[in-house]
């Protein structure tokens, strides 16, 4: 019996010795596994931080070359005089000074990542921030293209609202080969998935819009932002503008009141909401905000220029001369200010002033683009409209076929018809009656 009990002892210490060597062998194998894990992941960033050193230098060489330029013209063989001799070594020493600057910013970030790659426990730092202050570092040298490279590197390893910010914030002011106003556009998405009111991606966001001539998407941002921040002035008058110009004239009411409320000695804002109101056809309420509008500002010509208008159409001639006349003095040569003098000359029967006033309108034009051409046949038509009215058939002719020249209008034709009748002119009459004929059809 004693020896089968020694046997057994002997067994269970030969096993506790196979568990036990087992378990040492297995202890070291994972030390080293992570061991070598971890050096390795040291090295492949170390290697990262030496690319990005030589990368990063690179960006400096502008500075040298503009320095280097600067000393040619010094060294050249052209007399410089003091001044121009004085300002040269300014920049020289300024551009100097300035590179000297940035790159012991630059290196001493990458000292303090060369000691960071030898520190053994790597929950000290993550490539993430460390990135995201390359990129910030870069941003605030002015070098916004190479900051988009450092922040897209950050968002590989964590993808936070800032990182993506700071990502879109400088690939919207980096170069144009680096620019990519998609990649932007992701960017301001995925933030606004997350944070729906984030106003800085809101804002980016509708001003790409703005620049890419989407003006409707633009807006939708601008209304989550006007609602955002009712108490900033700059967010309510560009989303009452652009309203405006989109047709949402409630919607711009709305935010240029609320622009009033916090500016309300704005002269542009009265102006502006004057617009809204002759647009909703409230003409009373337009002529009241022009007139507040030039209170405020008395050299301020748009609104005296749309109340002119107004005051044509309401009959009120005299009052109405008197804002064209003082809108054409300070904006000189003006083809809105003169064909409107025109017309309030053809109204009060002056017709030799309403001739020479929509003369002038025409002289302004250049008739180089398809809007001048058209702005010059309308005051051409006006003319030749006058001579018709006082039956001077030779002068109605001769303007409407100047006009004629240019473009094809049924009122130009139909003037022409009764000018050629009224001169018994029949080739030229039948001629313009096939083309009046013809452009019915047509239309």
């Not at 620049?211 to 009452?240: M, N, W």
């Not at 102006?271 to 209170?295: H, I």
């Not at 300070?330 to 003369?359: C, M, P, T, V």
């Not at 039956?391 to 022409?416: K, N, V, W």
Request: glycine share 4%.
């Amino acid at each position: 019996m004693q020896e089968v009990d020694s046997v057994r002892r002997s067994r269970k210490l030969e096993w506790f010795a196979v568990i036990f060597a087992l378990l040492l062998l297995s202890s070291i194998a994972i030390v080293f596994y992570l061991y070598s894990r971890n050096r390795i992941a040291e090295i492949e960033f170390q290697l990262s931080v030496y690319k990005e050193l030589a990368r990063n230098k690179v960006h400096y060489r502008d500075i040298l070359e503009r320095i280097s330029s600067l000393e040619d013209l010094l060294e050249g063989n052209e007399p410089l005089d003091a001044a121009s001799l004085s300002r040269i070594e300014n920049r020289v020493a300024l551009s100097e000074n300035r590179l000297r600057n940035l790159l012991n910013q630059l290196n001493g970030r990458m000292n303090d990542l060369e000691t960071l790659v030898w520190t053994r426990d790597r929950s000290k730092y993550d490539l993430a921030s460390e990135y995201a202050e390359l990129g910030e570092l870069s941003d605030k040298s002015g070098y916004h293209s190479e900051a988009t490279g450092f922040y897209r590197e950050s968002l590989q390893y964590e993808q936070t609202e800032e990182a993506l910010m700071s990502y879109a914030r400088s690939m919207y002011m980096a170069s144009s080969d680096v620019r990519d106003d998609s990649d932007i556009l992701k960017a301001l998405d995925a933030i606004l998935v997350r944070s729906p009111y984030n106003q800085e991606a809101l804002q980016l966001r509708g001003r790409l819009y703005l620049e890419q001539g989407h003006k409707d998407l633009a807006l939708e941002s601008y209304e989550v932002l006007a609602a955002l921040a009712p108490e900033s002035f700059q967010i309510q008058r560009d989303t009452a503008r652009l309203a405006l110009s989109e047709g949402r004239f409630d919607k711009a009411l709305v935010c240029y009141e609320r622009a009033l409320s916090l500016e309300y000695e704005e002269s542009s804002l009265h102006y502006e909401l004057g617009e809204v109101w002759k647009l909703l056809g409230e003409v009373d309420k337009a002529e009241s905000s022009w007139r507040r509008a030039l209170e405020i500002d008395p050299s301020f010509t748009a609104p005296a220029l749309s109340l002119a208008e107004v005051l044509v159409a309401k009959g009120r001639y005299e009052e109405a001369e008197e804002f064209v006349n003082f809108y054409i003095q300070i904006r000189g040569d003006d083809y809105k200010g003169h064909l409107l003098l025109g017309d309030i000359h053809h109204q009060n029967e002056q017709f030799l002033e309403a001739e020479l006033s929509w003369k002038k309108a025409q002289n302004v034009l250049v008739l180089n683009s398809e809007v001048d051409i058209s702005l010059w046949v309308d005051a051409s038509l006006r003319i030749a409209r006058l001579f018709k009215e006082r039956g001077e058939a030779g002068r109605a002719l001769e303007y409407s076929l100047a006009a004629l020249a240019y473009e094809e209008r049924a009122e130009l034709l139909d003037i022409a018809i009764w000018s050629s009748e009224k001169l018994g002119d029949e080739d030229a009459l039948s001629t313009y009656r096939r083309r009046r004929e013809k452009l019915s059809l047509g239309s």
